[in-house]
Structure formats: C-alpha cells, structure tokens
C-alpha cells in the first residue's frame, strides 16, 4: 500500500514542469521560433510533452531539454516540439469579411497594375499557412476572379509553415466537411472531388501552391524568398512577442513588391510594430499597403 502511494506521487512528480525547466524551454522554444509561451500557459507544455517524455524514457523536462540540444536525434525532436507548441487552426475561406476586401479591392488593384505594365505575373505569399486551407482558398478565389483569363497569367502562391506535420497535410490536399464550414456550397462543388467523406481540392488550384518549411524567425531563409505583391500572414503573429512581430512584419515589408498588401488576422494589429505601411480601412477589414 505504502509503496504503491509513493510510486503515484513520483509519477506526479516526474510529470510536473519545474519553474527553471519551464523557463529553460520557454526560453529554447522562443530562440528555435519565436514562440513565446506565457507563464499562465505553463501547463500546456507539461500536458502536452508528459506523454513525449515517457516515450524517450526521460525522467524529467531537464532531460528533455539536454535531448532537445544534445541528442542525435535533436532536429526530429524539434520538429515534434513545434508541432506540441502550435496551434494550427484554420478553415476554408476563413474571416468571409476579410476575403471579400481581398477579392474586391486588393485583388483588382494588383491585377490591373500588373497588366498596365504588361507583366501578368503574380506571387502571393502565405506565411504560416497551416494544414492548407488558406493558400488554396487564395487559388481559389484567383480562379473565380479571372477565370479563362488566368491561362494568361503567371500566378504562384508559396505557402510556408514551421511545422512539417502540417505541410504533409497540405500537400494532400484532402479535407473533411468541417474544413469547408464557411465555405459556399457551389464553391466546394466547382472546385473539390468528393472522395468518400472527403474533400479534395482540384488539381488546377492545387498546381498554383507550392508548399515548403520555412521558420519566420529564420531572417535569412526569409530573405532569400521570391518578392510578392500580396503577403497573408494571419492568425500567426499573434504567438509572437513584439521583438519577433517587428522583424517578421519588417521581413514582410521588404519582401513585397511597391504597392504590394500585407493581411493580418483580424484580431490583430500592426499597433506599436510597424509604421512602415499605410493601413487602409474597408468596412470588414483594415490591409496594410506598402506605398
Ligand atoms: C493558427 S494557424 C493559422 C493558419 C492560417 N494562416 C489561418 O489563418 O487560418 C498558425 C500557423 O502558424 C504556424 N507558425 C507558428 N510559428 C511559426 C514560425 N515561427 N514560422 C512559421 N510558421 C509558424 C503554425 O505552425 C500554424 O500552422
């Protein structure tokens, strides 16, 4: 009896994150991402890396951090930690508001910009683009926008994200009815197969995304990508502290072409991070231009 109550309150230990190992992670996780966890989201961490631990035999979070730097198996091991510390919540033609100011406004001006100049070349970019949903969505709005004319057109749209288990699921391209809860019906019937209880996103709008690993605290990897007109990065920033919100959205000002749009999430802001752009505002959504 007396034995079995002790085993409980060493495996309650073991499971539980010390103050400093919390602090050692929070800190490691915020260097490899720019995540930054809050103390009040302590307990994620201990929920969801208890189990991880268990399997790699670990006796406590301070092993798992000396794994974490030291292990052969590190880098595997890091990208299982960011797919614990993400939230990778997304949905087809997510913020309807947001995506009608896109399709109405930022897309015309872009498009008839670029065939006064004779150069129908498009890239849009979609940082933090999760399970794929909104870089398709983009495809697919640019379809039903231009229709027989994007034949004419050169239109790519690079689609990144920290985590690989997401980008796998991407390049799928497959989805369940929940992905599509607002999305329009005749939508989802012009440009998905229904596949069983599945939905897969047709091979004309799949062809305009091309997915890849990127780290938006990695500045030089961010650097080294193609300019765009049209940046989205939604729902993402929101993770980050005001240090790594300045340098992403100054990567994302460099990167865009003059004239060229960023799109945040709706909850938000460029408040305090940036004065670089001019923020203009449409009834549903604010876009940031850079002039
Ligand atoms: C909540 S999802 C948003 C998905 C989509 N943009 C949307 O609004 O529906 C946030 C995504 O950002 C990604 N992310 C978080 N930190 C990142 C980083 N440092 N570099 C690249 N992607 C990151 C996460 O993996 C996750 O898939």
Redesign the pocket.
């Known amino acids: 009896m007396s034995s079995l109550f002790s085993k409980s309150i060493t495996l309650r230990k073991e499971l539980k994150i010390g103050d400093e190992e919390f602090t050692q992670l929070r800190d490691f996780i915020y260097d ?4 930054y966890i809050a103390d009040n989201r302590k307990y994620l961490l201990e929920n969801r890396l208890a189990n991880r631990l268990k399997e790699l035999n670990l006796k406590d979070f301070g092993e798992y951090y000396y794994y974490l730097r030291y292990d052969a198996g590190k880098r595997s091991e890091l990208n299982r930690l ?2 614990v ?7 087809f033609f ?2 309807p508001p947001q995506l009608r100011v896109f399709q109405e406004k930022v897309l015309p001006e872009v498009l008839d910009a670029q065939r006064k100049k004779g150069t129908k070349r498009l890239h849009i970019w ?6 794929g ?2 870089p398709y969505t983009l495809a697919i709005i640019l379809r039903e926008v231009l229709r027989t004319e994007i034949a004419s057109w050169n239109i790519k749209i690079t689609a ?4 690989e288990a ?1 980008l796998k699921a991407a390049k799928a391209g497959l989805y369940t009815e929940y992905s599509l809860r607002t999305t329009p019906k005749e939508i989802v019937e012009r440009h998905f197969i229904k596949k069983d209880q599945k939905f897969e996103i047709k091979p004309e709008s799949k062809n305009l995304v091309s997915f890849g ?6 500045r030089m990897a961010l650097k080294r990508l193609e300019r765009s007109q049209i940046v ?5 920033i ?3 502290d005001d240090v ?1 919100k300045k340098n ?1 959205i100054s990567s994302f000002y460099d990167n865009l072409l003059p004239g060229g749009f960023l799109l945040i ?1 709706h909850s938000e802001s460029l408040h305090n991070i940036s004065r670089a752009f001019s923020p203009i505002h449409h009834p549903g959504a604010i876009v940031y231009k850079k002039e």
């Open positions: 490899q991402s720019g995540i960011f797919e510390v993400t939230t990778n919540e997304t949905s997510r913020n979609s940082a933090g683009c999760s399970t949903e909104e990144n994200d920290l985590s997401v690993h990127i780290n938006l605290s990695d989205f990065c939604r729902n993402v929101i993770y980050f790594m992403v999430g």
